[in-house]
């Protein structure tokens, strides 16, 4: 239970019948536990997701690995220790060119993930949510248990959603752009060396690195000699222009409870998600209905919440999006929580696929778990979702480094690097080396497992007791070993 006084509450719903799989197209050969979730705080998501689940809307579920027909590993990236490769540096060169010039690259470039810059399996990996009504008013809730409270403050958003997600062309700050007034000004007579204008610039950058403190866009530091690679932050802003042709706008809105400027740009913003849906993955006219875009990627069980040590933003769910020249081009969906930004989906105008904006958008979303960082620093990770490896063109995020995945059976991070020769071999493998580990927090006593019933909060060995002849114990034992023993003592199992 959040400190604010607010529970996870959830349906379990198991997982014996196999479904499409959206990476193989096997008609029956993807398998996942699953659970419908009314609410629930970030805390107990970031957890879960520790664990392997994953959610699309509300609906969390959590592959069945070794017998799913694509096991799906959760990989996060170490945000503070990242460093763009050649492949994305090109692509943010790409994207300054065009903001700068106007040119738009010919075709699309080779790129395996494009078009799938997150998991797209929403309609065809997850099952459709049940029907169900639970009434989740936590003032009519009866606790006659004590519950651990987690380490975050539920309270309500801030009224004005933070709209400086990362750097924007229109009001830059960038340390690779000289003062007014010093440097190739335009109104001078351009009459200089390059070799002497670029050598004045690297000394100004060196200059304005110790200012770095004060930048409005704070920034991981770095040394300020000259031979250290750039930094992320520096090759998104590189080469840009104080007049560029285009003007590329990011902004974070909160999208559960929405916030007005999330309602202000809804219909934008679904138009956007529609085109790419249609042109992207082939979806007929009638499938991206704004119902399903809704229930998809605008609703989200996760509660709004701050606390003293976290970003000024706050924790939740937000959309971040990429306006150019005024109109939404491309539209990121974020969880933010406690120990990390977690990517959910990422859509654009297929007029703009040639830039590659699933790669730009997920170095977009490093830099900004990085500036986080600096508010909250346990916050230092970037979450991808989910590694593929059967899927050759999900391999892409391994390519975000350095980055772990999670061993499915000890719940421990392993990096990538040792990761791959084992499933190589296999698609399935424990990836911890260590024979002897085990999962930390794997069930111990089932009898302190939570559960809601008529609106009481009550360990389910009282439920027990109390529900005499009650055959539910074996799921609830399914429930229990798949959320770990921590969660299954702080969230609700919902019970009729």
């Known amino acids: 239970m959040a400190a604010g006084g607010s529970y996870s509450i959830v349906e379990y719903f198991g997982g014996d019948d196999g479904y499409r799989c959206g990476y193989c197209k096997h008609e029956n050969g993807n398998l996942s536990h699953g659970m419908w979730s009314h609410n629930m705080t970030v805390q107990d998501y970031q957890d879960l997701i520790d664990r392997g689940w994953r959610r699309s809307g509300k609906y969390v579920y959590k592959p069945i690995m070794n ?71 936590h003032s009519e809730v009866q606790d006659v248990t ?130 790419y849906q249609m042109a992207i993955h082939e979806d007929p006219p009638d499938k991206p209905s704004e119902s399903q875009f809704k229930r998809f990627l605008c609703d989200s069980p996760l509660e709004a919440e701050t606390a003293p040590d976290g970003p000024d933003v706050g924790y939740g769910s937000f959309h971040q999006q990429y306006w150019l020249d005024g109109r939404i081009v491309a539209v990121g969906v974020l969880d933010i929580l406690p120990s990390c930004v977690s990517s959910v989906y990422l859509y654009y105008h297929p007029d703009f696929s040639s830039l590659s904006l699933g790669t730009y958008s997920a170095l977009r979303e490093i830099a900004f778990t990085r500036q986080l960082q600096q508010q909250s620093p346990k916050l230092a990770y970037y979450y991808l979702g989910f590694y593929v490896h059967s899927c050759p063109k999900m391999r892409y995020k391994g390519q975000y480094r350095p980055s772990d995945l999670l061993c499915p059976e000890t719940y421990s991070w392993v990096p990538i690097e040792r990761c791959i020769p084992r499933l190589d071999v296999s698609v399935y493998s424990r990836l911890n080396e260590n024979a002897q580990a085990g999962d930390a927090r794997a069930l111990k006593d089932l009898g302190r497992v939570l559960v809601l019933h008529r609106r009481t909060v009550m360990p389910y060995a009282a439920y027990a007791r109390k529900r005499k002849g009650s055959n539910d114990e074996k799921e609830v034992e399914q429930y229990a070993s798949l959320v770990g023993q921590t969660c299954a003592e702080r969230i609700l199992l919902y019970r009729a």
Request: with cysteine.
């Open 67 to 137: 017998k799913t027909c694509c096991p799906q590993y959760t990989i996060r990236c170490h945000a503070l220790n990242f460093h763009p490769s050649k492949t994305h540096k090109k692509t943010l060169k790409r994207v300054n060119k065009f903001l700068s010039k106007g040119e738009m690259p010919v075709e699309k470039q080779d790129e395996e993930h494009e078009g799938e810059p997150m998991d797209s399996v929403h309609e065809e990996g997850v099952r459709p949510p049940p029907q169900v009504s639970v009434n989740t008013d």
């Open 146 to 275: 004590a519950s651990p409270d987690t380490d975050t403050t539920n309270s309500t958003p801030p009224t004005t959603p933070r709209e400086d997600a990362a750097p924007a062309p229109a009001e830059k700050t960038s340390n690779v752009m000289p003062k007014p007034g010093k440097g190739a000004d335009p109104s001078r007579p351009p009459c200089r060396k390059a070799k002497d204008i670029r050598k004045e610039r690297r000394l100004q950058k060196d200059q304005q690195m110790q200012q770095v403190s004060s930048s409005p866009n704070p920034t991981p530091s770095k040394s300020s000699s000259s031979n250290q690679p750039k930094s992320l932050e520096e090759f998104i802003t590189e080469s840009l222009p104080n007049d560029p042709l285009h003007r590329l706008e990011v902004r974070l809105v909160r999208s559960n409870p929405p916030s007005p400027q999330f309602k202000a740009s809804f219909d934008a913003s679904y138009q956007v998600y529609k085109l």
